[in-house]
């Protein structure tokens, strides 16, 4: 209807604010978004953010393809229609990451210096340049480099929200949205987990253990209601709890953590793939009976998912098997603390 009627203002708002990317709307509205970015009626400006929301959802998708062809449009109407700074500086954002992505140092060091001529010095413009030159980082494998960056950008967050770590350490998101500091603390969350993920991807490339940083994560995906990025980074620190042989571990954040929030909220795209895991990690834990009976409850679904959906949730089920006939390493176990009592 808003696109019959030339009033793409609200699509264009939903395909740039990351909370309807987070809540899983953008397969809903990505078809009208396409049609407004080609609709020669349609005013520039919002033609480029319609593609800019477009070019999010390609970046989570992985889709280099639709990512390079849409950025090439951004930039044509760019120049085309004098558009603004805000514009230019999006564009070049999603530029910069993308030449990383690709590994293309060059580009990534040339748009680097230029946004450094043109960016605003305001601190929200500042942190957002931080992080995409931390992502960049990431990308092109200079991992060190990249959790020094994120490390400055977690404490401005902190900071900025008027949080100490001490604040955060085993504390539900409830004990701690009293202490955020000032209102309209959405983004600010977001961009603190953000910055948290993306630091716990860099410690582990360099084979070391992230600590809290994918608990903290989770915390502040849930606080911003960033449910798809709540629900990744659990699945995957699930993973590493699995490859620590913390089976218990793994089982507590799923029972505690994940199953609640994405049963409570109905998030039917993540439900299968989190209880096919959830059966798996049964298995692991030795409750084979339970395991069966999740993967029992998941065979009507399992026709109605793609041929993606069907091959992960096949592997699940044939590793549960595999687990029953070839036990895992024992579960890990706390070292003893030392200097204990004397005898």
Request: proline share 5%; charged share 25%.
């Amino acid at each position: 209807m808003f696109v019959a009627l030339g009033n793409v203002k609200p699509l264009v708002e939903m395909a740039t604010d990351e909370l309807f990317h987070e809540l899983g709307y953008m397969n809903e509205i990505s078809t009208f978004l396409t049609e407004a970015a080609a609709c020669p009626d349609i005013a520039a400006e919002d033609r480029f953010w319609a593609l800019d929301g477009l070019v999010f959802a390609h970046f989570k998708a992985g889709d280099d393809t639709e990512i390079r062809s849409k950025l090439d449009r951004m930039d044509e109407l760019i120049k085309a229609n004098n558009l603004g700074q805000s514009e230019r500086l999006a564009v070049a954002m999603k530029r910069m990451v993308f030449a990383a992505r690709d590994k293309d140092v060059a580009t990534v060091k040339r748009i680097m210096i230029e946004l450094r001529h043109v960016l605003p010095q305001t601190p929200q413009h500042l942190r957002v340049a931080k992080y995409n030159y931390a992502h960049a980082l990431f990308e092109l494998g200079m991992m060190d480099e990249c959790v020094s960056a994120t490390l400055d950008l977690i404490a401005e967050y902190y900071d900025l929200l008027g949080l100490r770590l001490a604040d955060v350490m085993g504390k539900n998101p409830d004990k701690i949205f009293p202490l955020l500091k000032g209102e309209n603390h959405t983004d600010d969350l977001k961009h603190l987990a953000d910055s948290l993920d993306l630091q716990s991807k860099a410690v582990k490339a360099t084979g070391n253990n992230p600590g809290l940083a994918p608990i903290h994560a989770m915390k502040f995906y849930s606080m911003a209601q960033s449910l798809d990025s709540f629900a990744r980074v659990g699945q995957e620190l699930v993973d590493d709890f699995i490859g620590r042989n913390d089976y218990v571990g793994a089982r507590d954040v799923i029972e505690r953590n994940l199953m609640p929030t994405i049963m409570g909220l109905k998030l039917a795209g993540r439900v299968i793939p989190l209880r096919s895991q959830y059966a798996v990690v049964l298995a692991y834990c030795g409750a084979f009976d339970a395991a069966d009976a999740e993967m029992a409850r998941l065979v009507p679904y399992e026709s109605g998912l793609d041929a993606r959906g069907q091959w992960e949730l096949r592997n699940q089920r044939a590793l549960v098997a595999h687990l029953k006939d070839n036990p895992p390493p024992p579960q890990w176990q706390m070292p003893p603390k030392l200097g204990g009592p004397s005898t």
